[in-house]
């Protein structure tokens, strides 16, 4: 449910469609969007028009590259029409983004998480949304991202970091904000901004894996993100890759969490080198030729391999994503991760394509902007709630 100011409440189903289009990917000449709508150049003209009246959509210009004659003026959306907040929660703070309508960072603040009672946590948010939101321009919609189960993008039904089970935080921070609030889990969150506005959003099919103090994975096929009731059980983290391999903390031998891990690299280097070491220490050591540490990373980026194997041979997506806190396991050992999805894959199979994306928070809270974009763009949005 839209707020009846939204310049989407107004819309129909056809003249949305044009726009989602645009916003995708965009700038479109005309004649290019109605050949990908089906559309005859007076029924675009018929839809574009309000909508251009309304905002959404605009001329821009574009130097005519064969020279001479008029400059191409092809549409595209105004991507300040509206503004978004998008934060992601941890057990110990808050990251939140402003961005415009695709999803572009415009600022960004953090507060720290200090109590984790539901009510403390939606206090902190408020004013992380406060210090982000400009009451003379207010943000059409808050989301928010978490790692947990998250059902119906508002009730958080287990947030382990948080010690949470069914918590209604949409509806609080909606309450608290009074902007209409959506939570997602957080690796859905980020497949979406994915899938909209990043290295998704040119193809019908790919999946997301996600290494740091868990593994994750997620997958988008024909254009729709795949979940089920497990989502955000993080169940991808006991898939098995080697039976003598050490045990995860829940006896899973030799599965992905036990070997691929921060906590699980930073364990097995701190017993081979007798001292503590961070995660990025083993990593500086394997680069330096630390025989150890090379050897621990080696094996670690072997597993990873395999895993993205598993994933490509299963799924056949067009692109794999790679990101994460412990991503720099497989840019320092790429030619490794390679080698490991070389072993797992049929010699004829299409070489898969990996893009790594660089971890950073705001990120994923550019994720949680995303599902707020694609709610209010798709309509979706709950009923705003006030105090």
């Known amino acids: 449910m839209l707020d009846a100011a939204s310049p989407w409440a107004p819309l129909l189903p056809s003249a949305r469609r044009v726009t989602l289009e645009v916003l995708l990917h965009g700038p479109l000449a005309r004649s290019e969007l109605a050949d990908r709508l089906g559309l005859s150049t007076a029924s675009l003209t018929r839809l574009t028009k309000p909508l251009m009246d309304a905002g959404l959509l605009r001329e821009v210009e574009t130097p005519n590259l064969r020279g001479g004659g008029r400059p191409l003026q092809p549409l595209d959306v105004d991507p300040d029409v509206q503004r978004f907040i998008g934060l992601k929660l941890t057990g110990f703070r808050a990251y939140g983004v402003l961005t415009n309508l695709r999803a572009d960072i415009l600022d960004s603040a953090t507060v720290e998480i200090t109590d984790h009672a539901p009510e ?8 992380l949304v406060a210090r982000l939101d400009d009451p003379a321009r207010p943000v059409a919609a808050v989301g928010i991202g978490i790692g947990g189960v998250v059902h119906g993008f508002t009730r958080v039904r287990r947030a382990v970091f948080l010690h949470w089970k069914d918590v209604d935080l949409g509806a609080e921070v ?17 497949l ?9 959003r040119d193809v019908e099919s790919f999946a997301v894996l996600t290494i740091g103090a ?7 096929v024909h254009d729709r993100l795949v979940g089920g009731p497990d989502s955000g059980l993080g169940l991808l983290g006991h ?16 599965c992905v969490k ?25 990593l500086d050591l394997a680069e330096a030729g630390d025989q150890v540490a090379d050897q621990i990373i080696g094996r670690a980026a072997h597993a990873f391999g395999t895993l993205i194997a598993a994933v490509a041979n299963i799924a056949q997506p067009e692109r794999v994503i790679l990101t994460g806190e412990g991503i720099r396991l497989a840019q320092v050992a790429e030619a490794r991760v390679r080698a490991g999805i070389a072993q797992a894959r049929h010699a004829e199979a299409s070489p898969i394509d990996l893009r790594f994306i660089n971890d950073d928070p705001t990120l994923w809270a550019r994720g949680a902007a995303a599902v707020a974009i694609q709610r209010t763009v798709l309509a979706a949005l709950p009923p705003r709630t006030t105090t």
């Open 120 to 127: 403390a946590v939606v206090a902190q948010v408020a004013e």
């Open 174 to 190: 909606s309450r608290a904000t009074g902007r209409p609030t959506v939570v997602s889990n957080d690796l859905d969150a980020l």
């Open 192 to 200: 979406e901004a994915e899938h909209w506005f990043g290295d998704g």
């Open 214 to 220: 868990g593994v994750g994975g997620g997958l988008v």
């Open 239 to 254: 898939f098995p890759i080697d039976p003598l391999g050490p045990a995860c903390p829940e006896g899973h031998r030799g």
């Open 258 to 282: 036990a070997l691929l891990t921060t906590d699980a690299i930073r364990s097995q280097a701190a017993l081979t080198l007798g001292r503590s070491v961070t995660y990025d220490e083993v």
